[in-house]
């Protein structure tokens, strides 16, 4: 049972009073839905009555629809729930609402780039372009239901291609630039875009990259496509001489005078196809409707992240992670983005808080490893930048070590809600995350989100209580998919989340929760580890091992032994400088018995060059552990972002007998 950790922030005055969770409780009173002094009497009155709720969050965010909904919910039980059927809606409408009610000059968009100079773009020079590139696309036949496709890094023209497609009906999907083709065929292959959007290049740590040859090869690729956008990301590389490609530059010159459109569908009308991580087979392609991802996404923002119009809104992310999305919906809340694309280390790790200081950003996004690398290297953003404007920080990607927690407080600014944040590119949101009403604990997620009906079940399906236990939802969720792409009669979608516990969503996760109402993952369940037949989180090591000064980074996995058992295999980054050597592994070890288990000591630690990682930040345990399946680890390397790590991982467990 988790133990009452210490409490490092509470909600002020405005929080209380001011923030957007604030506002919406007064707004259920003011219209007659009931008064709920807290949190927990708000959430517990969400879940339990599901249709209330989102028919609220429906009319607080004010959803722009052409014809409403005949009833909230339709077929409650899961899989198979529709929501809000009747209504007709356009998902980029309601995005860009701010932007269509007052067209103006203020900046709504701030692109910082390594590959060109800043630039920012005002409401009306937004909607222009969301206007132009639609024109072009109509040129090339697109219409509702198509896909467009981007390969693109994460600076406007990407923005202006989600809302430009989605505004038209069609639906959009896109990749980051430092994909190899393999990987973006083996995604973009499968949904057939009409129209592909690429980036001609990109710089990614003082490093140029020249994507046209490739470009070239997507062409040549996906026969379905009837043109090609080419970005000027990179502008010194021009574009490609080939008919199939249009520039950028020339569709804003020749469409200025657009007008933009919005082609309103039902709630359901897929907006969005997404990836799973695709490190063990071909991705899945997982689709999201408009309804769904507006209405959670105007909760976790509005309400949960506490942001409005007044405000500046960064998260660090490729287009190739849900964050993308999730920063693309910041529109909504009427806040400025800031779009980053680059290394966060160049020129050295103060550059993204060199950012958040100098666009006065008040909401700034990261991974969990990003804010641990910040700690091991003994930043102190609180004392080096004016960090005035900054209220909240976003952390996900991985679980945040309580230590992270520590430097956040101690080393950035003690007065801010730090909101470590769960869920998927399943949901495109948050199973559980922050709230301006609650106390930030020590190593803690401070809540399950409203509407979301979060338990932690034991195998049997039996409600885990405060232990440990399978991530599961009992509710449906307007943000769950409408399906899986080429899944027509819906196997696939319901043998991903529905086949371990029949009627209620297993999301893969390890969760516990607290007396509190906080929560704590624990990792992949999928990457379970069970020496003697007890089941092992892999973060629960992880606490322990990366905050030994000694070592950089960590992964573990599970490995057969000659028993016919599971021996626990820790491999490790050491710092510069630093051998392991026998006294740190039993160190090492002496940790991990004490703080977690006996169950928990590795049998076997070896140290590697570098940690596999995906192109989304997280640590690849499961093709690593395939290697001790036969599987010979990944079989997608081009999905993950440094695909060498597996090669030297293999040669280390070669030389140290453990592998074939």
């Avoid at 219209?31 to 989102?54: C, I, K, M, N, T």
């Avoid at 993308?324 to 020129?347: C, K």
């Amino acid at each position: 049972m988790a133990t009452q950790a210490q409490m490092l922030w509470q909600p002020g005055t405005r929080e209380l009073k001011e923030s957007g969770m604030a506002r919406y409780q007064a707004w259920l009173v003011q219209s007659g839905q009931g008064h709920f002094p807290d949190y927990p009497a708000l959430h517990r009155w969400s879940v339990e009555h599901p249709e209330s709720f989102w028919e609220s969050i429906w009319h607080f965010t004010q959803v722009r629809a052409s014809r409403s909904y005949t009833h909230v919910l339709e077929h409650p039980a899961m899989p198979g729930t529709r929501w809000f059927p009747g209504a007709r809606l356009n998902f980029a409408q309601n995005l860009l609402r701010h932007v269509i009610d007052q067209p103006d000059d203020r900046e709504v968009i701030t692109e910082v780039s390594e590959s060109r100079p800043a630039l920012g773009l005002s409401r009306a020079e937004l909607l222009a372009r969301v206007a132009a590139l639609q024109a072009a696309l109509k040129s090339l036949g697109v219409e509702p239901g198509d896909r467009v496709a981007g390969v693109v890094a994460n600076t406007h023209e990407a923005l202006v291609g989600m809302l430009a497609t989605t505004g038209m009906g069609a639906i959009w999907s896109s990749a980051s630039p430092d994909f190899g083709t393999a990987a973006i065929l083996d995604r973009f292959g499968q949904i057939e875009p009409k129209v592909l959007l690429a980036a001609n290049g990109y710089r990614y740590n003082g490093k140029c990259f020249d994507r046209r040859q490739q470009n070239l090869e997507l062409a040549a690729g996906l026969p379905t496509l009837a043109g090609v956008i080419s970005l000027p990301i990179v502008p010194e590389l021009g574009h490609p001489e080939d008919e199939r490609f249009l520039s950028w530059e020339k569709i804003m010159t020749v469409h200025a005078d657009a007008e933009p459109v919005f082609v309103q569908g039902p709630p359901d009308q897929p907006v969005y196809i997404l990836y799973s991580s695709g490190t063990t087979g071909v991705p899945k392609c997982i689709v999201h409707g408009a309804a769904g991802m507006l209405l959670n996404h105007s909760k976790e923002l509005l309400l949960h992240g506490d942001i409005g119009p007044d405000d500046c809104f960064f998260y660090f992310t490729t287009t190739g992670w849900m964050m993308w999305n999730w920063l693309a919906s910041g529109l909504l809340t009427g806040a400025r983005l800031v779009l980053f694309d680059g290394s966060p280390g160049h020129p050295d790790m103060n550059r993204l808080w060199d950012l958040v200081a100098e666009e006065g950003v008040t909401h700034f996004g990261t991974s969990a490893r990003f804010l641990g690398n910040c700690r091991k290297l003994a930043l102190t953003p609180g004392k080096s930048h004016d960090l005035s404007a900054l209220r909240v920080i976003f952390s996900t990607g991985s679980p945040l070590l309580a230590e992270d927690f520590d430097w956040v407080y101690q080393q950035v600014k003690r007065d801010l809600m730090l909101a470590s944040i769960s869920g998927g590119t399943d949901i495109c949101g948050c199973f559980v995350g922050g709230s301006p009403l609650l106390p930030v604990h020590r190593g803690e997620i401070q809540c399950a989100q409203l509407g979301v009906d979060a338990r932690a079940f034991l195998p049997d399906g039996s409600d885990a209580g405060l232990e440990r236990g399978e991530l599961v939802c009992l509710q449906p969720l307007p943000c769950m998919p409408v399906g899986f792409w080429n899944d027509p009669d819906g196997s696939r979608y319901r043998s991903a989340y529905f086949e371990q516990f029949p009627g209620v969503w297993a999301h893969g996760d390890f969760i516990q929760f607290t007396a509190h109402g906080g929560a704590i993952i624990h990792g992949r369940s999928d990457a379970t580890l069970n020496p003697g037949g007890v089941r092992i989180g892999t973060a629960e090591i992880y606490r322990q091992v990366e905050t030994i000064p000694e070592i950089l980074d960590s992964l573990v996995v599970g490995a057969p032994d000659q028993e016919g058992d599971v021996q626990v295999i820790l491999f490790v980054v050491m710092a510069p400088d630093q051998p392991l050597t026998a006294e740190l592994e039993r160190t090492i070890r002496t940790r991990i018995r004490t703080n977690a288990s006996p169950r928990h000591v590795p049998a076997r630690i070896l140290a590697v060059p570098q940690i596999p990682y995906t192109r989304s930040g997280k640590k690849v345990e499961l093709a690593v552990a395939r290697m001790f399946q036969g599987a010979g680890g990944s079989e997608n390397t081009g999905a993950l972002a440094n695909p060498e790590a597996l090669e030297q991982m293999a040669d280390v467990l070669r030389e140290a007998r453990l592998l074939a």
